[in-house]
């Protein structure tokens, strides 16, 4: 049976519910990342008659024609309930025309494809203490003066552009690149406070060589502390590399596409690492 609820809008005022929920569904989400999800998403709740906060899906804007999905909770109560397919109807019809892009649990799978989205990869998550790693070397931090070149690299390794959250991603953490002969970044990776650690992430480069190059400098200046990367499957040198040094890989999830207008990711560059699940 549907539960009753009412879908409207999730803002910065809501960040505590948000938390509270997530927490009790088994995230480790601060209010600082509900926070940070909100200023560069638009939030959807579902509440009770009592405006109590059930459920939650926050999705992101990319340009004109593309967006991601995630921050999907519901309260353990009420799952099942229907609620999440509520949430994303109304998600589809303030998106209409969007691509739109989300990672899946195998759990949520099918709810996803009945709505029209199916699958084009999958991603996992590396979760561990950061050990000591050999040094990094051609790797330096980013200048504020880089970030132009920054988002287009991301934008060419994702086939669509996302400059307001790179730039807030950039305030919110740090940045580091692979400069080439003249200073000017050839790849970046970002590094952030993130639940109960950091996460690095997104991680975008040239080569695996220099995506695990990316990651190391952020590893070791992260010793003893929680980091977090979620690496899509087919980027399985840099998977490898992660395993070695002590951040397992977790179980896999499904990457799911909703849309006509497919992402044309460049080849010169590729996406080594996610932003989050929910940001893509």
């Known amino acids: 049976m549907a539960a009753t609820v009412t879908i409207a809008p999730l803002d910065a005022a809501h960040a ?9 569904v088994g995230w480790t989400h601060r209010q600082e990342d509900w926070l940070f999800a909100l200023s560069v998403g638009r939030g959807l709740g579902a509440f009770d008659s009592d405006g109590a906060l059930r459920a939650t899906l926050v999705w992101f804007p990319y340009g004109s024609a593309h967006g991601s999905i995630g921050m999907i909770a519901v309260d353990p109560s ?32 099918r709810l996803y494809e009945t709505l029209g989205f199916h699958a084009i990869g999958s991603n996992a998550a590396h979760i561990g203490t950061s050990i000591t790693v050999e040094p990094v070397h051609g790797v330096t931090a980013a200048r504020t003066a880089d970030l132009d070149v920054i988002t287009n690299l991301d934008a060419e390794a994702l086939g669509y552009e996302r400059r307001q959250l790179i730039a807030a991603l950039a305030d919110a953490g740090d940045v580091a690149i692979v400069p080439d002969d003249k200073g000017r970044p050839t790849g970046f990776a970002i590094c952030r406070r993130f ?28 010793t003893g502390q929680i980091v977090r990367i979620d690496v899509p499957a087919e980027h399985t040198a840099l998977a490898e590399w992660l395993t070695d040094r002590g951040l397992a890989r977790g179980g896999e999830s499904p990457i799911m596409v909703r849309g006509d207008d497919a992402p044309a990711p460049g080849a010169r560059v590729h996406r080594y690492a996610l932003v989050s699940q929910a940001m893509g």
């Open 16 to 24: 505590a519910a948000a938390t509270g929920l997530t927490t009790a």
């Open 78 to 109: 009420l799952q099942r309930s229907g609620i999440g397919r509520m949430l994303m109807q109304r998600l589809q019809a303030e998106a209409s025309g969007r691509t739109l892009l989300l990672v899946s649990t195998q759990a949520g799978r």
């Open 195 to 222: 639940g109960r650690g950091h996460v690095v992430g997104p991680v975008v480069a040239g080569s695996s060589d220099h995506a695990c190059r990316l990651v190391g400098y952020w590893l070791a200046r992260r």
